[in-house]
């Protein structure tokens, strides 16, 4: 099969800053989006004191930000451009984990589902293409994870179907590979309720029950697949530390925090695994 060409323009939905050691990637311009939403203490702060002005709430907001980037700044040199790969059910806290995470470690971030999407000419080409030709599908979707995988000082927001192939969870070895999982019934509400577009080539739709149905089959297909990352960060473990009565309350910011002490917990292990390798 021809290599695909990624598209241009998608290198540029992340700022960069300095160098990679992969000389094909060109510096894309610097182009802001907005952080997803404060953490519960931000929220439970400003209820708490119906006084507080938009300046404090802003600064404090600032300083979770800021908690981010120091956090990536002490191991990104360690990290020496491994590629970050998320896999899991698509969802809006997947996806803003992906995209706060590459802004924290100054990281391009991609979806696959959506570059494939964009290589074979759009989401009605996806339907089309899946429905006809399934495994010509996935062969575009290895080809895609072939390329970026390749590359360095990536955040890869994986396809719900990239770790039903050995060839892909082999591709993914490339970096570190980080299971979100959030629970089927957030993913379903999200779909149902609050219009989350899953990509073109999952043919999810219907009523809540029928959504949460489609949504199971999908996890038990790829379940296994999640299995093999090396590491997981669960919505509902990560709700539970910080003492959040609510799921709906852990942000963004929370999981990309505790992704980062996670892939800091990695390397560290890597590192004393190397050092025992070394001969006396």
């Not at 895609?144 to 591709?171: H, T, Y």
Request: net charge neutral; hydrophobic share 40%; aromatic share 6%.
């Amino acid at each position: 099969m021809k290599l695909f060409e990624l598209p241009q323009q998608l290198w540029l939905q992340q700022p960069y800053a300095g160098k990679s050691r992969h000389s094909q990637l060109p510096r894309p311009t610097h182009l802001p989006y907005s952080i997803p939403s404060l953490r519960l203490k931000i929220r439970t702060f400003a209820l708490s004191d119906p006084g507080a002005s938009d300046s404090t709430i802003q600064a404090t907001q600032s300083d979770l930000s800021l908690t981010l980037k120091r956090k990536a700044a002490e191991i990104s040199p360690g990290m020496k451009g491994t590629c970050i790969f998320l896999v899991g059910l698509n969802s809006s806290i997947k996806s803003n984990s992906g995209k706060l995470l590459a802004d924290a470690l100054r990281y391009y971030y991609f979806d696959s589902d959506s570059v494939v999407e964009e290589a074979l000419g759009g989401k009605d080409a996806v339907r089309s293409f899946v429905k006809t030709d399934l495994k010509g599908f996935r062969d575009s979707e290895t080809e895609v994870l072939k390329q970026l995988s390749s590359m360095g000082r990536l955040v890869v927001g994986a396809g719900n179907g990239a770790v039903q192939r050995a060839a892909n969870l082999a591709l993914m070895r490339h970096g570190i590979s980080i299971w979100i999982d959030v629970p089927l019934d957030m993913v379903a509400k999200e779909i149902v309720e609050e219009s989350f577009q899953p990509p073109a080539a999952e043919t999810i739709k219907g009523s809540y029950p029928e959504v949460l149905t489609q949504l199971t089959a999908m996890y038990e297909e790829s379940r296994k697949g999640y299995a093999t990352a090396d590491t997981t960060i669960a919505l509902q473990k990560v709700a539970s530390q910080l003492g959040y009565d609510t799921l709906d309350a852990v942000t963004a910011e929370d999981m990309v925090l505790e992704t980062l002490k996670e892939i800091e917990r990695l390397m560290r292990v890597k590192k004393l695994m190397e050092e025992a390798a070394r001969p006396f």
